[in-house]
């Protein structure tokens, strides 16, 4: 009872105050605007009042973002693009490449189709896709001795070949590959022409069967250099195939024990892969070519490697570590005592001697199955030979110093260059080589064509002066010969 009590004295008490404010509030007293007024102010109410406002406060702190309002409904479906059209990664490569990449293919495949792939293992992949089988079927006499009669007997043999050029779209190729893999010296005529087999098949890898054989025709060859050149026309199985050229490197710059892979018919048992190293960069053989009394030698300049090389790898390609090709593969040592020696004709060589027969060859007025090659009368010799070592490159290579030992009359050298003369730098069709090795001159002039003018840098004495002089040579239809 006695909290009730002063609860209600307490509310009472509140009601008396609140009376006292009211009658505080009556019209009888003045506002505060009469007072201002009385104080000297001339304004008007709402004036008045105006200037009453303060400053803006702060802003305060924002609100909390109300709730995501319900997803409205989907639009209509839109209409079926048109189909995209297919495009190969090499024609993605090509395009990256219009527009700057700079890497290789193997670069690209890494990095926008993030790919994962070993280097080596991809090159040789592409190596595979740039060799192709070969094989020549041909008749040749067997028996007439001791009573016993002669009879024809059909044989086949096989080797290989590497897709120099091709055009899918036409289905066109030229297929470089050995001389002697093509040439029989016991065939019959009526099987080859000159040694020359006449019914050539190539088989694509992974089709190495009957099925998918292509005819191949022989467009021309070199017995000297030991490099033909195979054409294929119109063929379907081309246009179908994923079938590409080779890249071809500057056997040049070819490091001896570098890496280099054999791509090629082995055995004749279909295309496979081995690896070993360059051992020589460059070194000369001799290859006994035909039997009997066809039986010849010929001498090639080759690079030496340790893979293993088998019959059927013959016209195949040796490839470096990045997949291109360095040589073609042509023979190998073959005795009890000797492991793992195995030679390829350098891409410099076989390249341009292919590239000979196809300008020489493969024309509509063409006279000759045979090469021809620029003789500009000089006998070269070796001043002096040494091994530089790069330490920037970490590489050892083979420096010579090649002077001319002799000029013969009658050929275009002769009143230009001089005995004596040391040979810095060949230009042939406007590509310039310093001159380091004594198969360079050789090498270069197998680029040279009728009307090429043949510019040769070299250093001679003059008047007591040590100079470097140029010497022009303008080759006429004369200055050639062809290659046997």
Known sequence: MKKKAVAIVAICMIAMMLCVFAVACD????????????????????????SLKGADGVDGKDGEDGKDGENGKDGSDGRNGIDGQDISVDEL????????????????????LSLNIDDETAFSNRALLSTVVVSCSFTYMEGGLFLQPEKEVEATSSGTGVIYSVDKTAGDAYIIT??????????????????????????????????????????????????????????????????????????????VGSKALVVGNAAGNGISVTQGIVSVDS?????????????????????????????????GGLF????????????????????????????????????????????????SKKPSKAVIGVQLGINSSRAVYDGNTMTTRIIEDIVI?????????EGKLQEKDIVKSITVGGR?????????????????????????????????????????????????????
């Open 27 to 50: 019209s009888k007293g003045l506002s505060a605007y009469d007072l201002a007024v009385q104080n000297g102010y001339q304004g008007t109410l709402d004036q008045w009042l105006e």
């Open 93 to 112: 490569y090509a395009k990256a490449k219009a527009n700057g990449f700079e890497g290789n293919i193997v670069d690209f495949l890494k990095e926008y």
């Open 178 to 255: 050995n001389y002697h893999v093509v040439y029989n010296s016991s065939a019959t005529d009526k099987t080859a022409t000159d040694g020359i087999i006449n019914d050539i098949d190539v088989y694509l890898y992974g089709g190495e069967y009957v099925d998918y054989k292509i005819d191949a025709q022989y467009v021309g060859g070199s017995q000297t250099y030991d490099i033909a050149v195979l054409k294929i026309k119109d063929s379907q199985t081309i246009k179908d195939s994923d079938v590409m050229a080779a890249s071809v490197a500057d056997s040049d710059e070819v490091i």
């Open 283 to 315: 070194e000369q053989i001799t290859v006994g070519d035909g039997t009997g009394s066809n039986a010849a030698t010929s001498t090639h300049r080759v690079m030496r490697i340790d893979a293993a090389v088998n019959s059927g790898n013959s016209g």
């Open 320 to 367: 470096n570590a990045q997949g291109e090709l360095i040589g073609i593969v042509n023979a190998k040592t073959s005795s009890a005592s000797i492991d793992n020696m195995a030679y390829a004709i350098p891409t410099n060589v076989a390249v341009a001697v292919a590239q000979n027969i196809i300008d020489n060859c493969d024309k509509a007025d063409a006279v």
């Open 405 to 413: 030992n002799s000029v013969e009359a009658g050929y275009p050298a």
């Open 432 to 484: 310039t080589k310093e001159v380091t090795r004594s198969f360079h001159v050789i090498d270069a002039l197998l680029n040279a064509r009728e009307g090429d003018t043949v510019t040769l840098t070299v250093v001679r004495v003059v008047d007591e002066e040590v100079k470097q002089i140029q010497v022009e040579i303008t080759l006429t239809a004369e200055s050639f010969s062809p290659i046997n």
